[in-house]
């Protein structure tokens, strides 16, 4: 594995945690609690390994921000969509371990109230933590 497979390694971590969410949504609301905590478990651990990879990237890199090459209204729409997804994204480092919290500790009241809240942005993150990776080294890269 070189620096250059990592963006793709941390894509399809991501892809995988949109799935396990997916997945674990659909267990919780047919009841299948058992399920449903080692879905949710398994989606913890494939997006803090994306998380891992994410963080080593940019390290090795220098931290350089990685360059789009589209241009006119999908510039516009990437940017729109990028800001979002980084805003988001810090505000999954705290959901997501905080609703995690209510669920291990038995507090299941507060957890399904948190959870209506982490599921959906962290559902969203995942999906464009992909469509980023996707815009940026697939469909429309810089010029190198």
Do not use: C, E
């Not at 080692?38 to 990685?66: P, R």
């Not at 505000?91 to 957890?111: C, D, E, K, M, S």
């Amino acid at each position: 594995m070189t620096i250059q497979d990592i963006p793709a390694l941390n894509a399809t971590l991501n892809a995988i945690a949109t799935v396990l969410l997916a997945v674990g949504y659909g267990l919780i609301k047919r009841g299948h609690k058992a399920a449903h905590r080692a879905t949710m478990l398994t989606a913890l651990a494939v997006s803090a390994l994306f998380l891992i990879g994410y963080v080593t990237h940019k390290y090795l890199i220098g931290g350089v921000h990685t360059p789009f090459g589209g241009t006119g209204l999908i510039r516009r729409i990437y940017y729109t969509m990028l800001t979002s997804h980084i805003i988001l994204a810090a505000a999954i480092a705290y959901l997501v371990p905080q609703t995690f919290y209510f669920a291990i500790t038995g507090n299941f009241v507060r957890h399904q109230a948190w959870a209506k809240w982490t599921f959906p942005i962290w559902f969203y993150v995942s999906i464009t933590g992909v469509l980023v990776y996707f815009s940026v080294y697939q469909w429309w890269p810089a010029a190198r």
